[in-house]
């Protein structure tokens, strides 16, 4: 799929948090063009198709995506332009140029309630849930319609230093003091997104396509992954008190717990506020 250090690469969403991450990474592998959203907006298809016949590329990386689950809920027309439609036309683009698209896509695509540690492998049926999930899904389907040279990696849970992610957001929290709820009933694998893009070139140089899982080993829940990130201090008196909680899978409310209540997994109306998204997948 690349061969050699001439190879032409675009990538898309270069200014997120993988895509920031994947800029270092592609640009050893070829001549990396990396297109932000100002540069390049997916919802703009013709654009996107006159700026890709101009480059001509021999790679698109496509990092670019609408990722706020709780604000697609609230905008379905604009996840759908974004997360499924706007990889379609990549995928076209990339098609008639004959080139390699290399697509990113999510957990989401699970319904995600699967016992662990059981995790879901690209064989299992797509259920996604949310507005997010089935977005993403339908940009998954449109790519492998539309070009058979592409590489969907799915993966969950990414944190790194750029762009938002869980670990920076439970850090502000406890910094600012006072309780913090987690939930503790959804799990996945957290993710480094460097590894992710070290993946991502290791697959570019291995010429795989199709659809692959990529995710760091092992999984916890979001409250695990917490309890990691909250370092403990000598001065008790400043730390944060954390919290964990159960969550509904079909309301998605979270009830806030007493230190060391048993948490009533999938059940518990309750006030929102919790920290962890709607829903989590281990990607086996
Ligand atoms: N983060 C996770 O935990 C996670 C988990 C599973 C899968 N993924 C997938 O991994 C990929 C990268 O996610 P990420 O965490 O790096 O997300 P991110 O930090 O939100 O980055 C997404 C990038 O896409 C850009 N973008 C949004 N709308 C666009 C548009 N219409 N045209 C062009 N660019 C647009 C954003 O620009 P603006 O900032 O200007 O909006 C942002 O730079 C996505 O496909 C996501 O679905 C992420």
């Not at 920031?20 to 390049?40: D, H, N, S, V, Y």
């Not at 309630?113 to 449109?142: C, F, H, I, M």
């Not at 899978?249 to 948490?263: D, I, M, N, V, Y």
């Amino acid at each position: 799929m690349v061969r050699g250090t001439r190879t032409k690469i675009v990538l898309l969403g270069a200014g997120g948090l993988l895509g920031m991450e994947c800029q270092g990474t592609l640009a050893e592998m070829g001549e990396l063009i990396a297109l932000t959203r100002e540069k390049l907006d997916l919802t703009k298809h013709q654009q996107v198709k006159a700026v890709l016949q101009e480059l001509r590329p021999a790679v698109v990386v496509n990092c670019a995506a609408y990722t706020d689950v709780d604000g697609c809920e609230t905008r379905p027309e604009w996840a759908h332009l974004v997360n499924g439609l706007g990889p379609g036309i990549l995928a076209e683009a990339t098609r008639e140029l004959g080139a390699h698209l290399v697509h990113i896509s999510t957990d989401y695509v699970f319904e995600g309630n699967r016992a662990v540690p059981l995790g879901y492998t690209e064989e299992d049926p797509a259920s996604p849930q949310s507005v997010y999930g089935k977005s993403k899904w339908e940009g998954e389907e449109r790519v492998r319609q539309a070009n058979p040279r592409h590489l969907i990696l799915r993966t969950g849970w990414l944190y790194g230093v750029h762009g938002r992610s869980f670990p920076r957001a439970i850090l502000a929290q406890a910094l600012k003091g006072g309780a913090l709820k987690v939930v503790r009933d959804q799990f996945g694998s957290p993710t480094w997104s460097r590894t992710l893009a070290f993946q991502i070139t290791a697959l570019l140089r291995a010429g795989v396509t199709g659809t692959v899982h990529a995710t760091a080993h092992g999984y916890c829940s979001w409250f695990d992954f917490a309890c990691r990130l909250i370092p403990t201090r000598r001065d008790k008196s400043r730390d944060p008190s954390l919290y964990h909680c159960g969550i509904s899978k079909t309301s998605q409310e979270a009830r806030q717990l007493h230190p060391g209540e048993k948490a009533p997994f999938g059940t518990g109306p309750g006030p929102h506020g919790h920290m962890g998204r709607g829903t989590g997948a281990i990607l086996a």
